[in-house]
DNA sequence: AAAATATTTCGTTATTTTGCGAAATATCTA
DNA sequence: TAGATATTTCGCAAAATAACGAAATATTTT
């Protein structure tokens, strides 16, 4: 059988927070999340969104296992935050492509 | 029925490249072809990644159709390059929402 | 304890993505 | 023209994703 390739851990990360990424839903929660409002509630999302609850459910649930959010409960809500530290992972990570460029043409 | 959502071009852009970005093989190639490699044959890249050939040509196709590379024809390969004005454009997007952060926190 | 509120999990369905081999296409070489 | 080379398209199967409503969970209020 054929070698399986092994990405460098660099490549697979940049590929989970791209998948992510990858829905209007989820992009727009983080980019909710990262300029004026810090945190939210999912109720707040569900009315902005016009989405199923279950569904933005799920979003929220691919974000918290990307490592992009957490969430803090605070009765009767969950208070979705940003997680800064990954965030600024993603963000180094995405310098880096950009940086590394090539301009020699 | 419900409201549909329309969503900001920006935030749809944004989800567009990042399902580009969401596979590894799809980083692997575009990281390959913005650093030192601008251009390079579908052949190198079924060696390096050993993957099946109409496997890596369907991830060539969704690159190509996310407007991120482009093949030009040079008997008798096809040569993918990056797609520059794209690239920059992805650039900027992902500039713009780290750089809209919020840091009040 | 029962009702109300906020959110998640479950079960299901439809669609999309991933991956491969076989066949097709296109070009160069003998 | 026949053979060799490079790549894509087609057809298919398996897995993952997206969406929803109903039921479950957890907490607060009455």
């Known amino acids: 059988m054929a070698k399986k390739v092994t990405f460098d851990p660099e490549v ?15 992009v727009f929660i983080l980019r909710k999340l990262s300029t004026m409002h810090s945190c939210c509630y999912s109720g707040e999302l569900v ?11 799920q979003h929220l649930k691919e974000l918290k296992y990307a490592g992009l ?14 997680n800064r ?3 600024k992972r993603l963000h180094s990570l995405y310098s880096n492509i950009f940086e590394k460029e090539n301009t020699n043409h």
């Open 69 to 82: 959010i957490q969430g803090e409960i605070e009765p009767p809500y969950i208070k979705y935050c940003l």
């Open 12 to 26: 697979l990360q940049i590929a989970q927070f791209a998948k992510a990424l990858s829905h209007p839903v989820r």
């Open 47 to 57: 009315e902005e969104l016009s989405i199923g609850r279950s569904t933005l459910s």
């Open 85 to 87: 530290e990954n965030w």
